[in-house]
């Protein structure tokens, strides 16, 4: 078993390195202060990067902080999923429990006849609400986006799944792939309604969307996947009464930029809280450095 303080470089939501969210994952950081890991987290360069700050491997239980290069977030996805497959690489598949700002965030790892590790988180309860008018019509002058740009079959949120997201679901795929932002003034936006990203999705088909997710308040252009905006995703279709039967759902992502990404979402009419899954794959040390703002 070997835990170490080296940051390891995995990218989730992706069976190859050339796909998927990639992460830094830190297996023992308790003896990291908080200003060190917000600077590691900043050289590293990912749009976040996973610290176990405490350690059980007895009961499969660990505490993990979340950093992005310009600060902690409560709750990141990507980065549970990269740091789950980690761990079972070194201490065996099965479930594991992570203590985290956000809450108490259950994990499976199971392995394939292959050796690759699948793993699923269950999120904190996922909720959401609708948007003011004030607040979408700040985020789409923020976006060069129109009201007409929208799908008004799925309205605006702001939904929940361990951190906030707005969710916007746009009318075209066409209009999703367009996206060149005003990156400070959508920051402003996200920074006074204390959102971590905003959720963009086309609806493809009634179990498949594809996203796109803005990230300037942790100081990257663009996240190729987001596991904690797909856990409240899950938790607005549940809002919206979308999901009527326990449901399995695909959001594709990151297919703008290069970095295909895969989530799988199971989502229950009674269950508050989604299920996340996907693979995640080492990768060469600073292969991939995202968009930052110190870039």
């Known amino acids: 078993m070997n835990l170490t303080a080296e940051v390891l470089h995995y990218t989730a939501f992706t069976a190859t390195p050339l796909g998927g969210n990639p992460a830094g994952v830190v297996l023992d950081a308790r003896d990291f202060d908080e200003p060190r890991m917000l600077a ?51 201490i065996g598949p099965g479930e594991l429990l992570f203590d985290t700002p956000a809450g108490e965030i259950r994990v499976e790892a199971t392995a394939d006849d292959r050796g690759a590790i699948r793993a699923t988180l269950t999120s904190v309860p996922a909720h959401s609400r609708p948007a003011t008018a004030a607040e979408v019509s700040a985020t789409l002058a923020a976006l060069h986006w129109d009201p007409s740009d929208l799908d008004p079959a799925l309205p605006p949120h702001v939904a ?74 899950g938790g607005y279709l549940r809002t919206l009464g979308l999901v009527e039967t326990a449901t399995t759902l695909t959001i594709r992502q990151g297919e703008d930029m290069g970095r295909p990404s895969e989530l799988t979402l199971g989502v229950g009419p009674e269950d508050a809280r989604v299920r996340v899954s996907g693979q995640a794959v080492r990768i060469p040390a600073h292969a991939f450095r995202v968009a930052a703002v110190s870039d």
């Open 40 to 90: 590691i987290a900043a050289e590293t360069g990912y749009s976040e990067t996973a610290f176990l700050t405490a350690l059980d491997t007895a009961q499969r239980r660990f505490t993990v902080r979340y950093f992005s290069p310009l600060a902690e977030v409560d709750f990141c996805g990507h980065a549970t999923i990269a740091t789950a497959v980690a761990l079972a690489e070194r």
């Open 160 to 233: 929940f799944g361990g951190n906030e997201h707005l969710v916007l679901a746009a009318g075209s795929r066409a209009r999703l792939a367009d996206l060149d932002y005003d990156f400070d003034a959508l920051g402003t936006v996200m920074r006074a309604a204390g959102w971590t990203t905003v959720h963009l999705v086309w609806r493809e088909s009634e179990d498949r969307f594809h996203a796109r997710d803005p990230f300037p308040v942790g100081g990257v252009v663009e996240d190729p996947a987001t596991g904690a905006a797909a856990a409240a995703f």
